[in-house]
T-cell receptor, first 117, second 112 residues
Framework: DAGVIQSPRHEVTEMGQEVTLRCKPISGHNSLFWYRQTMMRGLELLIYFNNNVPIDDSGMPEDRFSAKMPNASFSTLKIQPSEPRDSAVYFC???????????????FGDGTRLSIL | RKEVEQDPGPFNVPEGATVAFNCTYSNSASQSFFWYRQDCRKEPKLLMSVYSSGNEDGRFTAQLNRASQYISLLIRDSKLSDSATYLCVVRYSGAGSYQLTFGKGTKLSVIP
């Protein structure tokens, strides 16, 4: 079975440019999560969706970050304009779970390594 | 104060050694507990869930102490392939019950 698929794997761009990260969750999973990982702060939840609806975006650092999930098989995380401090590894994860939550493990994609120069 | 705290290490141990990692969490409403493993430049993967009574999976033993808000992971007979960062993960109950909070991880290096 295909796991969570993220693209691109690596992105290097200049500050001020728009960056779009993409994620395809595991088929049948109804919850999707975007995380950011840095050495200083570890793995931080940015936003998560349940049944394509954003449930909690309190982890989104600022208005430059936005995320969408137009359908059950696709999500994007956009940074506009990008800044050097946005450099990190961005992970997408998915899970099958009901409204009450789930003890099932989250399945992570390979991540996007983002470098803003 | 960070919600999930771990000793960052690194722990450098010889093959065959037993090593233990500890983790503390601050929210007493925590509901579920996990250990994830993350290899260098890879994604985190679930190693094992942690149950109230403690649980074992081969060379790995996880313990939970709710009163002290403390979780541990014991690795016996360490292998070179155990070298990785081990993330302590807590899920809180409540409206946002999907949310996992990750510790920053403990790095383990098993040396030949």
């Amino acid at each position: 079975d295909a796991g969570v698929i993220q693209s691109p794997r690596h992105e290097v761009t200049e500050m001020g440019q728009e960056v779009t990260l993409r994620c395809k969750p595991i088929s049948g999973h109804n919850s999707l999560f975007w995380y950011r990982q840095t050495m200083m702060r570890g793995l931080e939840l940015l936003i998560y969706f349940n049944n394509n609806v954003p449930i909690d975006d309190s982890g989104m650092p600022e208005d430059r970050f936005s995320a969408k999930m137009p359908n059950a098989s696709f999500s994007t995380l956009k940074i506009q304009p990008s800044e050097p401090r946005d450099s990190a590894v961005y992970f997408c994860a998915s899970i099958m779970g009901g409204v009450k939550g789930s003890n099932q493990p989250q399945h992570f994609g390979d991540g996007t390594r983002l470098s803003i120069l | 104060r960070k919600e999930v705290e771990q000793d960052p290490g690194p722990f450098n141990v010889p093959e065959g050694a037993t090593v233990a990692f500890n983790c503390t969490y601050s929210n007493s409403a925590s509901q579920s507990f996990f250990w994830y493993r993350q290899d260098c430049r890879k994604e985190p993967k679930l190693l094992m869930s942690v149950y109230s009574s403690g649980n074992e999976d081969g060379r790995f033993t996880a313990q939970l102490n709710r009163a002290s808000q403390y979780i541990s992971l014991l690795i016996r007979d360490s292998k070179l392939s155990d070298s990785a960062t081990y993330l302590c993960v807590v899920r809180y109950s409540g409206a946002g019950s999907y949310q996992l909070t990750f510790g920053k991880g403990t790095k383990l290096s098993v040396i030949p």
